[in-house]
């Protein structure tokens, strides 16, 4: 499964940005896709995920309140809605998905479990 990550920019702070992530393969709309990110000099984590149906959703504590992930199946498309963007959420963020429906916390999580991956799209966001 290929995916194709997309939106990223320069935004002042408090800015916004809406990142796109598709797949023309059919099973990116039954897989859970997460969008991680990844700061220079940090570790990659977890920023959201979304079930298949979208009807269950993780966030990451740092980003609750201000970001939104969603999914339009007809359009094989996950976005992650970014609002009141701070500086400390410049990095490179990345899509990837699991290749399976199955949902819980303890898995979707973990960037082991995302099979696939798109090549990332940088967010800089500038105080």
């Known amino acids: 499964v290929q995916l194709q990550a997309s939106g990223g920019g320069l935004v002042p702070a408090g800015g916004s940005l809406n990142l796109s992530c598709t797949s023309s393969?059919?099973?990116?709309?039954?897989?859970?896709v997460g969008w991680f990110r990844q700061a220079p000099g940090k570790e990659r984590e977890i920023v959201a995920a979304?079930?298949?149906?979208?009807?269950?959703?993780y966030y990451a504590a740092p980003v609750k309140g201000r970001f939104t992930i969603s999914r339009d199946n007809a359009k094989n498309t996950v976005y992650l809605q970014m609002n009141s963007l701070k500086p400390e959420d410049t990095a490179v963020y990345y899509c990837?998905?699991?290749?399976?429906?199955?949902?819980?916390?303890?898995?979707?999580?973990?960037?082991?479990?995302?099979?696939?991956w798109g090549q990332g799209t940088l967010v800089t966001v500038s105080s």
């Open positions: 990837a998905a699991t290749g399976t429906a199955g949902w819980s916390l303890a898995i979707v999580t973990k960037s082991s479990t995302y099979k696939y």
């Open positions: 979304i079930n298949w149906t979208g009807n269950n959703w």
């Open positions: 393969e059919r099973t990116f709309a039954t897989s859970v």
